[in-house]
């Protein structure tokens, strides 16, 4: 089972390493990658084999989930890149946008508060646009300006919003459940 | 010289047809299968029965009787018959007290055990013994040793339940080839008998457990997308529910072990009457000789269950969300599991999807078909037909964080195997030691979640707080299995465990955590707040008093009562539950240390001038 640790998901996969993706290409490749060496593969081999293909089969797994999701893609593209995106650390961000997230949080709070789904279906389709808008930004920033510092910025809000469709979701649910 | 070739995961004699079995371990009723000449079949026993109803006899002199002779005696001797035994499995005696059943538990820690006349019994013993009949059965009829089997669980099961399973397993001589979930067992049977493609539902409801989850098919691939549902709830609850309806119909109350096990059967029996009949009649005498006659019909029956198909519901439509897909996104419906016969489960069903679901395979055996035809890929014999199963866990796991927090580290339907590491630190000054709690479930507060283990790092270097670095490894398998390994990084020591659960959750509790972590997201959200705010200001707190002690002298008596005075009203928001105040208080002892700090770095530079790392300051 020979199969290289060391090397990018990208690499993985057989895909340039660049933001925009195709998405067919990802799941031809992961599916291939699954069938060589999903742990099903080697239920019957001896144990040093079985650990082997479950830690390959582990790496397939966490790199096509990177891969898969834009905001996972982006960050990890600046990690090659030797740029920490700093999520945790860097909340310096522009006050127009912070007083943007402010009014998304108000808005789904008063759609939660007056159960209406109908409302939070409505602000998850918004917000799938501007995820759409910024993920577009970053395609550019990272593949044709490489302005990593820039996408770095582009990264956070995009974490932002990713957390606000989680609160949309979350909010769904709770009234729905 | 002669070279052997072979397949990594083949046999070297690949022409040598290698013997395995698929095991459908139900709640009511257990099944074995196997694939002979290219199609799956179950194995019946020698009067010709494929189903060996889940049901063990523990006799004084020690005779173990499985299946319908076991059966036979429940009413007779309903303490030592033990039956839907699977509800039992991983779980501990405080889960099971509120429920009605004749058997004498045994208060042990761990997993609850019964007392029997062959003596004390674990859930995962009588399991074992199930198997072991099922295990003869198959040996018999194909004439040789098992290299293996496939043995299937509730997708919903989590990792004690699962646990449970595989070592009444090993308990019964069987090497496990894999753990499968209920519902993909039968999806495989299902999508390989009619070459589907596409998206969809696969709706299990058995004995004892629910389970929903939805997959995507495509040529040689099923993909699971999403799972969901509760692991206590079945045909069980609809069999005790009729029983309480004829006690209340007939008037009757206080019955006695074995007319309550009568009774309970009767209820099953017109349960399964009502399948393709409007109405039936429910006698029986009873041990005083009381006559019991009631008429019981078809929509009695639907109304009385109503809430339990309405159960069903929440974890499907979760599901659903879970995949990020609608109704009209589902190409078909297939129904598992003997409860699904019922008319207004099937109609339940068909309202919210709009289409009539799929039946074409008997909802008693898919299941265990659908093992048998995993069961001979993993023990290496590949026809013709080739395919893959990515599956996913039921549950997010976590670790215990201060504050009484849950950190989620694997979010729920992850695809497995899968692993994530996180990085933790120290808290104190000198801290050697580090407990590791890990929990199951998707509530936020650790006191809310279901605690699969508890762990402890020793011998971390004594470093200030916040320099120790500790990377805990949660590792999934392809069975669904949980291990954990913990690291310290700048040192390398390590602690690891394959995660044994002792103690159960109770009985609708996993359900109920799922449904109380989205009513209750905003208490979990002010308590998080709470925690977190508790958090930061302890460090603040403690990071004060290690200054004070240390560079003390740097304040004169009017600045340093300033700094108590902010100690003290941080301790006091500390032990409130006002997060804003908390968080205030903290912020006023930052502003009051401000100058402080500012003199112990003049301090710090100057002895690094002479000569001292920066590091032992």
């Not at chain 2, 997993?111 to 059965?137: H, N, Y």
């Not at chain 2, 989850?213 to 549902?229: H, K, P, Q, Y």
């Not at chain 2, 590491?421 to 936020?444: C, N, P, S, Y």
């Not at chain 2, 600045?559 to 205030?584: M, Q, W």
Request: aromatic fraction near 4%; glycine fraction near 6%.
């Amino acid at each position: 089972m020979p199969f290289d640790f060391s090397q990018s998901h990208f690499v993985l996969f057989g895909l340039p390493t660049t933001f925009a993706l195709d998405r067919a290409v990802l799941d031809t490749a992961y599916r291939k990658l699954q069938a060589e060496f999903h742990p099903d593969r080697f239920a019957a081999a001896d144990d040093a084999q079985k650990r082997l293909s479950l830690q390959i089969a582990t790496r397939v797994n966490e790199a096509y989930q990177t891969l898969k999701s834009p905001l996972a893609r982006a960050r990890y593209l600046l990690q090659l890149n030797g740029v920490d995106t700093q999520e945790d650390t860097n909340t310096a961000m522009p006050v127009d946008f912070l007083m943007q997230q402010m009014e998304w949080r108000e808005t789904i709070a008063d759609a939660k508060t007056q159960r209406n789904v109908d409302e939070l279906e409505e602000l998850n389709r918004q917000l799938a646009e501007e995820i759409t808008e910024l993920t577009v930004e970053l395609a550019e920033l990272l593949d044709e300006q490489h302005a990593w510092s820039d996408a770095a910025t582009a990264v956070r809000k995009l974490r932002f919003l990713e957390k606000l469709n989680d609160e949309i979701g979350n909010a769904i649910e709770a009234v729905l459940f | 010289m002669l070279l052997q070739i072979s397949e990594p995961g083949m046999s070297a004699a690949p022409h040598q047809h290698r013997l395995a079995v698929g095991i459908d371990l139900g709640t009511t009723n257990s099944l074995v299968a196997t694939v002979r000449s290219g199609s799956a079949t179950c194995l019946p026993d020698e009067q010709g029965h494929a189903l060996l109803p889940s049901v063990v006899h523990y006799a004084s002199d020690a005779t173990v009787t499985v299946g319908h002779a076991a059966q036979a005696r429940q009413n007779q001797d309903p303490a030592n018959t033990v039956v839907s035994v699977k509800r039992f499995m991983g779980r501990g005696l405080t889960d099971v007290a509120d429920a009605a059943t004749p058997y004498r538990f045994v208060d042990e820690p761990g997993m609850l055990k019964l007392q029997t006349a062959a003596g004390i019994k674990s859930p995962v013993e009588v399991s074992a013994d199930i198997l072991k009949a099922l295990k003869a059965r198959a040996e018999a009829s194909l004439g040789g040793e098992l290299v293996g089997a496939v043995i299937t669980v509730p997708a919903y099961f989590d990792d004690a339940q699962r646990q449970a399973t595989k070592d009444a397993a090993t308990l019964a001589g069987l090497n496990v080839l894999r753990l499968l979930n209920e519902p993909t067992a039968a999806a495989i049977a299902y999508g390989l008998d009619n070459a589907a493609e596409g998206t969809y539902v696969v709706y299990d409801l058995g004995g004892g457990t629910f389970d929903v989850s939805i997959l995507e098919l495509t040529r040689g691939l099923f993909e699971v997308r999403a799972t969901s549902g509760d692991s206590q709830l079945g045909g069980d609850d609809f069999d005790h529910r009729l029983h309480c309806w004829i006690l209340e119909t007939a008037g009757l109350s206080q019955l006695n072990d074995r007319d309550s096990r009568l009774l309970l059967t009767k209820a099953r029996q017109a349960k399964e009457t009502l399948t393709d009949h409007a109405s039936t009649q429910v006698t029986a005498q009873l041990s005083d000789g009381t006559l019991v006659n009631v008429e019981l019909t078809a929509e009695t029956l639907q109304q009385i269950t109503a809430h339990l198909v309405q159960k069903t519901i929440t974890p499907l439509r979760r599901a659903l969300r879970d995949a990020k897909l609608g109704v009209d996104d589902i190409k078909g419906v297939v129904l598992v599991g003997g409860a699904t016969r019922m008319p207004h489960v099937r109609r339940a069903v068909t309202e919210l999807f709009g289409r009539e679901p799929l039946t074409n395979l008997d909802p008693d055996k898919v299941v265990a078909l659908g093992a048998a035809m995993q069961a001979n890929v993993l023990a290496g014999n590949k026809g013709d037909d080739d395919w893959l199963l990515l599956d996913v866990i039921p549950l997010s796991l976590g670790l215990e964080t201060m504050g009484g927090l849950v950190e989620k580290v694997i979010p729920r339907n992850s695809t497995i195997p899968t692993a994530r590491a996180q990085e933790f630190t120290t808290f104190k000054d000198g801290q050697t030691a580090m407990a590791i709690h890990v929990l199951q479930g998707e509530r936020e507060l650790v006191t809310d979640g279901r605690s699969l283990a508890r762990f402890e790092l020793r011998g971390i270097p004594p470093m200030v707080a916040g320099a120790a670095r500790i990377r805990v490894t949660f590792q999934v398998d392809a069975d669904g299995l949980l291990s954990v390994s913990a690291r310290e990084q700048s040192t390398g020591i390590e602690a690891s465990i394959m995660v044994k659960p002792s103690y159960g959750l109770s009985d609708d509790e996993i359900g109920k955590m799922l449904r109380e972590s989205m009513q209750h997201a905003s208490d979990d959200m002010h308590a998080r707040k709470l925690g977190e705010a508790r958090v930061e200001a302890e460090s603040i707190l403690n990071a004060t008093r290690a200054a004070l002690t240390q560079d003390g002298d740097l304040l004169n008596d009017t600045e340093r009562a300033e700094v108590d005075a902010a100690l003290t009203s941080t301790e006091a928001a500390i032990a409130g539950h006002d997060a804003d105040a908390v968080r205030l208080a903290a912020e006023a002892l930052n502003e009051a240390t401000s100058e402080f700090a500012a003199r112990r770095m003049d301090r710090a530079v100057s002895r690094g001038l002479s000569g001292h790392k920066i590091d032992e300051i």
